[in-house]
């Protein structure tokens, strides 16, 4: 069995900040290593629970922040950025029987530890055919493609929640508890390790792929702060301005849905100037 793990890091242990997930600040250094061990403990987990093999996917920011040198040595990283499926790539080899989402969060304008989808201002609100979308959506409609079903969720309780909407049969593992966008009561390493190997090895009970579910066309629509940002990302053939911080795109497979987005993503990003968005 084979286990694809898309590793992000605002849903980690102990990370709470800005600062926490932000690389080459100091936080970010101290950060790395409960984020470390929370990917660690998924990958024990999965191995005890049937798994042959584990790829680890670096899904945050430069995805260059799980340290190599600390990595369990039954799995392999991907590491850097540029890839086609970004933060689940991996998927679309074929060969992935199960993926687990660690560390991951809520969406934008929802409640959760640093909540956000993609970047971490700028875009107030993502739907999905109607639906809020976090990333653990977006993704798990990639995954579905590819019949690599969503078996491990980690992050805050909120994360965990959301997970329900998305892939309610997935075994989750809330590492903290959330208090507002910037506080949450957190449990240390030594417990949330514990929990999520526990968790990893119940999910692998799910693993297995299944027939891909084809959901096109999805309609996806981007809600941002600055009326600029929307005329940035109707730059991105076949995004269409719906109203003043508004944007609509309709794709035919969730392949182009998350490429798209990614692409809106990348020129809302660029068209922030300094402190005006």
Known sequence: MRVLISADMEGATGVTWPADVEPGTEQW????????????????????GGAT????????????NLLLERLDERAEMLTGRHKDLSMVEGVQRGDVDAVAFVGYHCGAGEEGVLAHTY???????????GE??????????????YGAPVVLVTGDDKACEDAARYAPQARTAAVKDHVSR????????GRTHAAIAEAAQDAMALAGRTEPVRHGPLTVEVEVDAEHLAGAAAVVPGVERVGAL???STSPTAYDMIRCFKAVATLISNAVENRYG
Do not use: K
Not at 29 to 48: E, K, P, W, Y
Not at 119 to 129: A, K, Y
Not at 182 to 189: E, G, I, M
């Open 246 to 248: 508004r944007v609509r």
């Open 119 to 129: 970047l971490p201002n700028s875009i107030t609100g993502v739907w999905l055919d």
């Open 132 to 145: 809020p979308a976090s990333e653990g959506r977006l993704n798990s409609f990639v995954c579905a493609e």
């Open 53 to 64: 093999s584990v790829l680890v996917n670096e899904a945050h920011a430069t995805m260059r």
């Open 182 to 189: 910037y506080a949450a009561v957190c449990r240390p390493p």
């Open 29 to 48: 250094q101290r950060c790395r290593s409960m984020f470390t061990s929370d990917v660690n403990a998924a990958i024990a987990g999965l191995h005890a």
